[in-house]
């Protein structure tokens, strides 16, 4: 079974930072574009930051811009997620999800695989 986990989730004060780390087992990510998504408790899901696999293209979402970096290492297997100045609204489930083809999407329903999530809580 094909199967993402994220991990380097946890407690970290506002202005903090940490970096999560999505890693395939079973199957090579070369091929998909990643997503990183986040659900807040009583809140939707929502897209965070996705990349591409064709050209290492990425987007944010406005709330988190100029704060997080997502990358790629086709090598390790894996995809990063470098969160900087977090904020309490930062706290959520973050999850990623592998799309199958070059490119990554915002929307939640057109990734094929998905982690179990990492948690990360923002707070003094």
């Known amino acids: 079974q094909l199967q993402l986990v994220e991990s380097g989730g946890g407690l970290v004060q506002p202005g903090g930072s940490l970096r999560l780390s999505c890693a395939a087992s079973r199957f090579t990510l070369d091929y998909y574009g990643i997503g990183w998504f986040r659900q807040a408790p009583g809140k939707e899901r929502e897209g965070v930051s996705c990349?591409?696999?064709?050209?290492?293209?990425?987007y944010y979402a406005d709330s988190v811009k100029g704060r997080f970096t997502i990358s790629r290492d086709n090598a390790k297997n894996a995809v990063y997620l470098q969160m900087n100045s977090l904020k309490p609204e930062d706290t959520a489930v973050y999850y990623c999800?592998?799309?199958?083809?070059?490119?990554?999407?915002?929307?939640?329903?057109?990734?094929?695989?998905w982690g179990q999530g990492t948690q990360v809580t923002v707070s003094s």
């Open positions: 990349i591409s696999s064709s050209d290492g293209s990425t």
């Open positions: 999800a592998a799309r199958k083809g070059y490119y990554c999407s915002g929307y939640e329903f057109e990734y094929d695989y």
